[in-house]
C-alpha cells in the first residue's frame, strides 16, 4: 500500500543538545540550549542517532556539513507517522465510501472485491489482494471534482472513529514522529510525505504535520479539465497514474523534487527501496525504522502483517546501520493524549 513523503521547507532539528561527532564539540543553539527537542523521546541510541546527524549535518564546521538546499528528508504516512491498523486509513476511507456509493450500484451486492466491503468480509478482501484493493480505491476516489473530493474526505475525516481507540484518525498522530517532523523543520531546506496525493492533502492540515500540499508526493489518480458552464474544474477519472509504494518510491521522489534525501523514515517493506536509494549515497546520511512493538498503547506486528509487513527492511537495517525505533521501548508515549 502506498504511503506519503513530506517536505517541509528551512527544515532543521533545533534545540540540539551538545554531543561530541568525530572530535568536533557540536553545540545547541543558543535560544535552544536548555530546551529537549524531542520530549516523548526516551534518552537512548534511536534519539541520540537522530540528534548526532542533526548536528553534523547542520553545523558549519562540521565534516559532514550539508548545505541548506542539499537538506532533504522524506517521511514515509501510514505506520510511520500515523497509524495503519487494522487496515490503511485510505482504505478505510474506501470501504465506508463503497457502502455510501452502494445505492447507485446495486450490481456491487454481488460483485467482487465490492460484495466483501459491504459485507466487512476482510477475509474474502484480502483474498482479492492488491488488484481488488486497487479497484476499490479507483472507485471510490473517481468520479467527482478535486474540489468534491477534497469535501468528502475532509467530511469523513471529521466523523470516521478508529475501531480500537475511537477517536478521530487525524488525532493518531504519533507524538513523538510529530517532534521530529517539527523539529527538522527549523533546520532542514525540504521535508516530504508520502500517501495518497490528493486524500492527505486534506488529511495534513488536520494532523499539525506543518506541511502543505505542495510538499506531499504520493499516488494518484489521472485528472481531466473540464468546464461546467463557465466554471473550470478538474475531474477525477477512473484511472491510477502513480503507486507510490515499493520501487516506485525513489521514482516518486526523484520526479518530485529532484534530488537525493539524506535521510528517511519508514516502517515497512513498502519503504525499502527508498531507504536503500537515500542512505547508499556519499555523506552523511541517515536511515530510520519504526517498529511497532507496543500493542498496549498502539500495535505489535512486523513480519507477518498484512498492513505494513517489516521483513526484509528490518533484516536490511541491520546490515545498513539504519537506526530502528522500538516503539515500545524508544517513546514515552505513543498518541498525545495518552
Not at 14 to 26: D, I, M
Not at 59 to 75: C, H, K, L
Not at 305 to 312: F, N, W
Request: net charge neutral.
Amino acid at each position: 500500500m502506498s504511503t506519503l513523503h513530506f517536505v517541509h521547507r528551512r527544515a532543521v532539528l533545533g534545540g540540539l543538545l551538545t554531543s561530541a561527532l568525530g572530535g568536533v564539540a557540536l553545540s545547541p543553539h543558543p535560544a535552544l540550549a536548555q530546551a529537549d527537542p524531542l520530549p516523548s523521546w526516551n534518552d537512548g541510541r534511536a534519539k541520540q542517532s537522530i540528534l548526532n546527524f542533526v548536528a553534523a549535518v547542520t553545523r558549519e564546521g562540521s565534516p559532514d556539513f550539508v548545505a541548506v538546499p542539499q537538506r532533504i528528508a522524506t517521511f514515509d504516512n501510514d505506520g510511520t507517522l500515523w497509524v495503519e491498523q487494522p487496515i490503511y486509513v485510505q482504505l478505510a476511507f474506501a470501504l465506508d465510501r463503497v457502502k455510501a456509493l452502494a445505492p447507485i450500484h446495486p450490481d456491487w451486492k454481488e460483485k467482487q472485491p465490492f460484495k466483501a466491503a459491504l459485507d466487512g468480509d476482510m477475509k474474502a478482501l484480502g483474498e482479492a489482494g492488491e488488484r481488488g484493493v486497487m479497484e476499490l480505491m479507483v472507485a471510490t476516489h473517481a468520479g467527482m471534482t478535486t474540489d468534491e473530493f477534497t469535501r468528502i474526505v475532509n467530511e469523513w475525516l471529521s466523523t470516521a472513529r478508529h475501531p480500537k481507540f475511537n477517536r478521530p484518525y487525524t488525532d493518531l498522530v504519533y507524538q513523538p514522529m510529530l517532534e521530529l517532523l517539527l523539529t527538522c523543520g527549523q533546520w532542514f531546506q525540504d521535508l516530504h510525505c508520502i500517501g495518497w496525493r490528493h486524500r492527505v492533502h486534506a488529511a495534513v492540515e488536520r494532523t499539525g504535520y506543518g506541511v502543505p500540499p505542495e510538499q506531499v508526493i504520493g499516488s494518484g489518480i489521472k485528472t481531466r479539465f473540464q468546464m461546467r458552464g463557465d466554471i473550470p474544474v478538474l475531474f477525477r477519472l477512473a484511472e491510477v497514474t502513480f503507486i507510490d509504494d515499493g520501487t516506485e518510491k525513489p521514482v516518486g521522489i526523484n520526479e518530485h523534487i529532484g534530488r537525493r534525501p539524506i535521510a528517511a523514515f519508514g516502517n515497512s517493506d513498502g519503504d525499502l527501496e527508498m531507504l536503500q536509494w537515500v542512505t547508499k549515497s556519499s555523506g552523511r546520511r541517515l536511515g530510520l525504522i519504526v517498529h511497532h512493538t507496543d500493542d498496549g498503547r498502539e500495535y505489535a506486528y512486523d513480519r507477518q502483517s498484512q498492513a505494513g509487513r517489516l521483513d526484509k527492511a528490518l533484516d536490511a537495517a541491520a546490515v545498513n546501520g539504519w537506526t530502528v525505533v522500538d516503539m515500545k521501548s524508544d517513546w514515552k508515549r505513543v498518541f498525545k493524549f495518552q
